[in-house]
């Protein structure tokens, strides 16, 4: 999935706000592989959906997070 480039910078500040726990296993993600993990937004309005904590987070092309 394409992505602009506030849904990029949205995406590395999630990514960078992962758990404590998480960044000291062995078991963490890299940025790659977050990444890859994207999907696009069901009804087809730009926003990108990435799983994060649990829950389903929606960027959209401005760059606003929502869950």
């Not at 062995?26 to 940025?31: F, P, S």
């Not at 890859?36 to 997070?65: N, S």
Request: aromatic share 12%; glycine share 8%.
């Amino acid at each position: 999935m394409l992505l602009t480039r506030k849904q990029r910078e949205a995406l590395k500040a999630v990514f960078d706000r992962q758990p404590v726990y998480e960044q000291f296993t062995r078991n963490r993600l890299t940025y790659r592989q977050f990444r890859r993990l994207v999907k696009p937004e069901i009804g087809g309005f730009g926003a990108a959906m990435v799983p994060w904590c649990g829950m389903w987070l929606g960027i959209e092309k401005d760059g606003h997070t929502h869950s």
